[in-house]
């Protein structure tokens, strides 16, 4: 294929890519997206070869009561080097809008207050479409604990690798 046939290919790709993400944001089309999402979620078991890893995010989505709205993918060893908007196609995503990414912060400045919401740990949903501010998580997170705690015990950082696997 020369570089002349594929430019008109990744054209059409992209307008198809385009009118789906549109199909997708009619409030009709979504709620049956989100409810046949769910019906397939509710029927969905996780394969028993899974890593003991996604077994414990399943008990804490089950915990969560977050399970009937929660899928688990196995996806193929090099998911992580594909473009956004084919792990989309992969996952039977409707637009890139739709993938999150999971993680894990650490308040490194973190004092045992025995406060249920005072945590060294957080784990944080963001879009890949998104930025995080952490800022606003750093707010976010003192809001939990009404703001008993002084900012100056606050202090987020991505989490060490051993910490996030």
Known sequence: ????DVDPLSAIVETLVTSVSELYA?????????????????????????PPA??????GAEALK???????????PDYYDW???????????PSTAHLCKSIIFENTRFKDT??????QYYCVLVQYVDKL??????????????KNVPKKHYNMRVAAEEVRS
């Open 66 to 76: 977050l399970r009937d709205c929660s899928r688990f993918f196995e996806v193929e």
């Open 133 to 146: 501010n952490t800022q606003k998580l750093m707010n976010f997170v003192r809001d939990l604990s009404n």
């Open 114 to 119: 025995k406060d249920p919401y005072n945590s």
């Open 1 to 4: 294929m020369t570089r002349e």
């Open 54 to 59: 996604v077994s414990r995010v399943v008990k």
């Open 83 to 93: 473009p956004l908007q084919k792990r989309a196609f992969r996952l039977m995503a």
């Open 26 to 50: 009619d409030p009709a089309v979504s709620r049956k997206f989100v409810t046949r999402w769910r019906d397939i979620a509710k029927k969905e078991s996780v394969p028993l070869h899974a």
